[in-house]
């Protein structure tokens, strides 16, 4: 499994872009970027994947280089509930008993 | 189906007692997963169910910790003994088999605090 770097915690405000980026220097070739979003008390909730380029849904973008050692989420126009821990993960698109969490990025939004 | 439940939510308990949590997995999914998160870490793998056949539980902590899917719909994870140190949130997981990352369900876990 590849090995991920994270930043242990960053500082935001209401209304600005958030941008995370996770270091996978040893990625495979057949592993997908996931990030999950963990809220205090809750369990990890799945954000987006991606492979490669640019993915993008309803809650977040992905910016993944084209050699993938490296990614990034963006969470555009955060709010105070955007609060929460953001997890990079590298492996299998469907990992099952190999999903493997990091510690994460502490994310706070300030008013 | 309201997705993974859990219960109870909160777990205090003396140290030497055992414990026992049950996980409610969303109704059509096969596959249940255990795991363990410590405060500021992330969640640490412990074991998995397909149906009611345990697949993997080398990952479980120690021989204190056991878990069960009996008819392959909720499951249970008992820990004998408890310590200290298995002060932690327990959380359960469910997807189908082969299910990508997105189809994975977390439940908001059980907090277990031994004193």
């Known amino acids: 499994l590849a090995k991920t770097t994270q930043p242990i915690s960053m500082d935001s405000y209401e209304g600005q872009e958030v941008n995370i980026t996770c270091s996978h220097n040893n990625i495979a070739t057949n592993d997908y970027i996931t990030w999950y979003q963990q809220f205090p008390s809750q369990g990890p909730r799945f954000i987006i994947q991606g492979y490669k380029t640019k993915v993008t849904n309803e809650v977040a973008s992905l910016f993944i280089p084209a050699d993938r050692k490296s990614s990034t989420l963006s969470l555009p126009r955060v709010s105070l509930s955007d609060t929460a821990v953001y997890y990079c993960?590298?492996?299998?698109?469907?990992?099952?008993?190999?999903?493997?969490f990091g510690g994460g990025t502490r994310v706070l939004v300030k008013p | 189906d309201t997705g993974v439940s859990q219960d109870p939510r909160h777990k205090i308990t003396k140290r030497g007692q055992n414990v026992t949590f049950r996980c409610d997995p969303i109704s059509e999914h096969n596959r249940l997963y255990w795991y363990r998160q410590t405060l500021g870490q992330g969640p640490e793998f412990l074991t998995y169910f397909q149906n009611e056949a345990q697949l993997e539980k080398s990952r479980l902590l120690s021989d204190r910790f056991s878990a069960e899917r009996p008819k392959g719909s909720f499951s249970t994870l008992e820990i004998q003994r408890t310590e200290q140190g298995d002060s932690a949130m327990y959380l359960c997981?469910?997807?189908?088999?082969?299910?990508?990352?997105?189809?994975?369900?977390f439940g908001s876990g059980t907090r277990l605090t031994v004193v």
């Open positions: 993960l590298v492996g299998e698109e469907a990992a099952g008993n190999k999903l493997t």
């Open positions: 997981a469910s997807s189908f088999q082969g299910a990508s990352n997105y189809g994975y369900t």
